[in-house]
């Protein structure tokens, strides 16, 4: 008798010894690149094999090199990548919202086949229709521009995203339409005055996603635009690692560092939404 709680005892303590074993594999896993990141960034040489994790005489030169060089378009791609990005994150979730609210609050002919068009989207990435889309782009004069990457990126996000947060207003009862419909309220001030508000955990964490979904493309941007000035920062990094730049590594991580400011900036604004979002999309609908 005096056993069982013991090997129950030691079958908890391995689990717990398994569960933060594997957490300290994937945080090695993950923390490590980043130093090396970090690490070859402060390295004032631009040779990959001459940089260490840990360098002697550590510098700032190549951050300097990113905002002041002439030769440098990093603050051109920056821009771009922000624009593209803030784009997407607002014209996208005001869409996703739309579309999401459609499906959830009205009954109407091929609402259930558009629902099936919706999971059956999400099975096939932007990438199979890229072809298609390369000659829809040129054929409206929007190949080469910003313009036209944000409406991919828009209009690719839109199925899963409206999935997800169309299952998130169905979780939120009809007894309020109702009442506010007994109070005189139209559709959109139900949408925009009680519906919208109390959807903000979702809608933060498609806002995030959408956010940083431009800063870490890179086969988009590189069939879509030409020009150096059109850039995107995946695409524009880039450079620096391949043909006439292909001894920059450590100014191509300096760049990338730079990448997480304004991810974290976003992620830190919208954190007290985030994990209540984050549990409701995957537990709603």
């Not at 771009?80 to 109407?108: D, K, M």
């Not at 298609?132 to 910003?146: E, F, K, M, V």
């Amino acid at each position: 008798m005096a056993s069982q709680p013991m090997s129950r005892k030691t079958k908890n303590t391995l689990e717990l010894v398994v569960m933060y074993a594997v957490i300290a594999v994937m945080f090695v896993i993950i923390i490590y690149p980043l130093l090396w990141a970090l690490g070859m960034s402060l390295n004032p040489s631009s040779n990959l094999y001459g940089a260490s994790l840990i360098p002697e005489n550590w510098s700032f030169v190549h951050y300097e090199w990113l905002f002041t060089n002439p030769r440098s378009n990093y603050l051109t791609w920056y821009k771009n990548t922000l624009i593209v990005s803030l784009s997407v994150a607002s014209v996208g979730t005001l869409l996703v919202s739309f579309t999401a609210y459609a499906f959830s609050r009205y009954r109407f002919k091929g609402r259930t086949y558009g629902l099936y068009a919706f999971l059956l989207l999400q099975m096939f990435p932007v990438l199979m229709a890229m072809v298609a889309l390369y000659i829809l782009l040129n054929t409206i004069g929007l190949l080469d521009s910003l313009l036209g990457l944000i409406i991919i990126y828009i209009g690719g996000n839109i199925p899963m995203n409206a999935f997800l947060v169309k299952g998130y207003f169905d979780t939120l009862p009809k007894e309020l339409d109702e009442s506010a419909k007994m109070d005189g309220a139209g559709h959109f001030r139900i949408f925009f005055q009680i519906l919208l508000p109390l959807a903000k955990p979702i809608l933060a964490v498609v806002a995030l996603f959408n956010f940083m979904n431009p800063f870490m493309d890179f086969i988009l941007p590189r069939i879509i635009l030409r020009s150096p000035e059109n850039y995107t920062l995946a695409l524009g990094l880039f450079n620096f690692v391949n043909d006439q730049f292909s001894n920059n590594f450590t100014r191509f991580a300096a760049g990338a560092i730079l990448i997480a400011v304004p991810i974290a900036t976003v992620y830190l604004f919208l954190q007290k939404y985030l994990i209540s979002g984050l549990s409701a999309g995957a537990t709603k609908g």
